[in-house]
T-cell receptor, first 113, second 112 residues
Framework: NAGVTQTPKFQVLKTGQSMTLQCAQD?????MYWYRQDPGMGLRLIYY???????DKGEVPNGYNVSRLNKREFSLRLESAAPSQTSVYFC????????????FGQGTRLTVV | EDQVTQSPEALRLQEGESSSLNCSYT??????LFWYRQDPGKGPEFLFT???AGEEKEKERLKATLTKKESFLHITAPKPEDSATYLC?????????????FGQGTILTVHP
């Protein structure tokens, strides 16, 4: 099983450029999440989707937008990248939002110059 | 606001030297406490879920326990392959409904 697949694995952007990070899961999970991980800050939730057709802001949503395309796919878009968005981004999914473990992808390492 | 604090930040052990990692938390209505392992350059890998005080879970050399204020990850006779960052996270049921809050992690290094 592939689990949670993220693309791309690495990306360098110039300030002001836009891009979309893709995430797909094949575990028939209902809930999906986007996190960023920064040194000394731990994992912080950007957005989540409790179920297909719904999305909600997490702890650090500014500068990002998301789309729950279908049950399998959840994308994260940076409309105008800033150096502060340099980070490692993780997509995760879980069967339910409450009380069930989340499974993570391998991450996308994004550098904004 | 939910908070998770892990200690120590880093731990160096000799192979076979047992120890414990601590995860202290404050949360409104705990719905679950999760332990993850993260290897360099990889995403977190799920280890355990604990739901209520007194609960314990075991997997190979790892044992996780939970009280009302903290969780411990006990590592018995560790091996070099146990070296990783161990993350603790809580799922609250209050205003943070549906949101996992992670600690900073403990970097474990096991020397042969």
């Amino acid at each position: 099983n592939a689990g949670v697949t993220q693309t791309p694995k690495f990306q360098v952007l110039k300030t002001g450029q836009s891009m979309t990070l893709q995430c797909a899961q094949d575990m028939n999970h209902n809930s999906m999440y986007w996190y960023r991980q920064d040194p000394g800050m731990g994992l912080r939730l950007i957005y989540y989707s409790a179920s297909e057709g719904t999305t909600d802001k997490g702890e650090v949503p500014n500068g990002y937008n998301v789309s729950r395309l279908n049950k399998r796919e959840f994308s994260l878009r940076l409309e105008s990248a800033a150096p502060s968005q340099t980070s490692v981004y993780f997509c995760a999914s879980s069967f339910k939002t409450l009380g069930t473990e989340a499974f993570f992808g391998q991450g996308t390492r994004l550098t904004v110059v | 606001e939910d908070q998770v604090t892990q200690s120590p930040e880093a731990l160096r052990l000799q192979e076979g030297e047992s120890s414990s990692l601590n995860c202290s938390y404050t949360v409104s209505g705990l719905r679950g406490l999760f332990w993850y392992r993260q290897d360099p350059g990889k995403g977190p890998e799920f280890l355990f879920t604990l739901y209520s005080a007194g609960e314990e879970k075991e997997k190979e050399r790892l044992k996780a326990t939970l009280t009302k204020k903290e969780s411990f990850l006990h590592i018995t006779a560790p091996k070099p392959e146990d070296s990783a960052t161990y993350l603790c996270a809580v799922l609250g049921g209050g205003t943070s409904y549906g949101k996992l809050t992670f600690g900073q992690g403990t970097i474990l290094t096991v020397h042969p």
